[in-house]
T-cell receptor, first 117, second 115 residues
Framework: DTGVSQNPRHKITKRGQNVTFRCDPI?????LYWYRQTLGQGPEFLTY????????KSRLLSDRFSAERPKGSFSTLEIQRTEQGDSAMYLC???????????????FGPGTRLTVL | AQSVAQPEDQVNVAEGNPLTVKCTYS??????LFWYVQYPNRGLQFLLK??????LVKGSYGFEAEFNKSQTSFHLKKPSALVSDSALYFC?????????????FGKGTSLLVTP
C-alpha cells in the first residue's frame, strides 16, 4: 500500500496524559498536512510542512500541540495534557510538489481516532 | 477569508436516479475547489478538483462537478447513483490569492442511496 499511513488508528487516553501520533506520507511527497475532524464537522486545518519546515499553523494549534517532521519524511503530532475537547479524528494528508504548487491535491490517510476519558 | 457551505445535511436518492450534492463557496480571489468522499471510519478520498478551464470537471467513480462562477457554486453530480455511493461527501476550497495551502472544508453531506 503506497498511500498515507497513520498510527495508531485508535487511541484512548485519560485526561492529562500526553499522546503522540505518527504519519507516514506518500513516498516523495514533500508537503504534509495535519487536520482535525470532530463528529458532524468537516476537517479543520491544523498545520502544514514543506519538507522539514513547518510553514503554516492554525490558531487551533494551541501551545499543548506540537508537530514535527524532522527529516522531511514522517511526521509526529503530540498533544500534551490532553483534554476531553481534544477527542477527535486526527487526519494527515500529503501532496507532491508540482510546478504550479497551489493546485496540489492532498491525499489523506485513514486517521487516528483519539478518545480522551 | 474563504469558506464553503453545504446546505444539505443529508441527500436521499434511489439507486439508478441522478444525484446532486450542493456546495457554494466564498473566497477573495479565484477558488480552487475540491470534492472528497469519506466512508465510515476511513480517511477522505479525493474525487475531483476544479482549478481553471472547463467548468465541467470529471472525476473518479463516475462523478462530475460543475463550476458556476456567477452562482459561486460547485455542485457534485452523478447521472446514475449506486448503493455503494452512500457515504459522506465534503466540498473544500482554497483561495488562490492566499499563500497558504490549507483546505477549508464544508460540514459534509451524507448521501444515502436506497435500492
Amino acid at each position: 500500500d503506497t498511500g498515507v499511513s497513520q498510527n495508531p488508528r485508535h487511541k484512548i487516553t485519560k485526561r492529562g496524559q500526553n499522546v503522540t501520533f505518527r504519519c507516514d506520507p506518500i513516498s516523495e511527497h514533500n508537503r504534509l498536512y495535519w487536520y482535525r475532524q470532530t463528529l458532524g464537522q468537516g476537517p479543520e486545518f491544523l498545520t502544514y510542512f514543506q519538507n522539514e519546515a513547518q510553514l503554516e499553523k492554525s490558531r487551533l494549534l494551541s501551545d499543548r500541540f506540537s508537530a514535527e517532521r524532522p527529516k522531511g519524511s514522517f511526521s509526529t503530532l503530540e498533544i500534551q495534557r490532553t483534554e476531553q475537547g481534544d477527542s477527535a479524528m486526527y487526519l494527515c494528508a500529503s501532496s507532491p510538489r508540482l510546478a504550479v504548487s497551489s493546485t496540489d491535491t492532498q491525499y489523506f490517510g485513514p486517521g487516528t481516532r483519539l478518545t480522551v476519558l | 477569508a474563504q469558506s464553503v457551505a453545504q446546505p444539505e445535511d443529508q441527500v436521499n436518492v434511489a439507486e439508478g436516479n441522478p444525484l446532486t450534492v450542493k456546495c457554494t463557496y466564498s473566497v477573495s480571489g479565484n477558488p480552487y475547489l475540491f470534492w472528497y468522499v469519506q466512508y465510515p471510519n476511513r480517511g477522505l478520498q479525493f474525487l475531483l478538483k476544479y482549478i481553471t478551464g472547463d467548468n465541467l470537471v470529471k472525476g473518479s467513480y463516475g462523478f462530475e462537478a460543475e463550476f458556476n462562477k456567477s452562482q459561486t457554486s460547485f455542485h457534485l453530480k452523478k447521472p446514475s447513483a449506486l448503493v455503494s455511493d452512500s457515504a459522506l461527501y465534503f466540498c473544500a476550497v482554497r483561495d488562490n490569492s492566499n499563500s497558504g495551502y490549507a483546505l477549508n472544508f464544508g460540514k459534509g453531506t451524507s448521501l444515502l442511496v436506497t435500492p
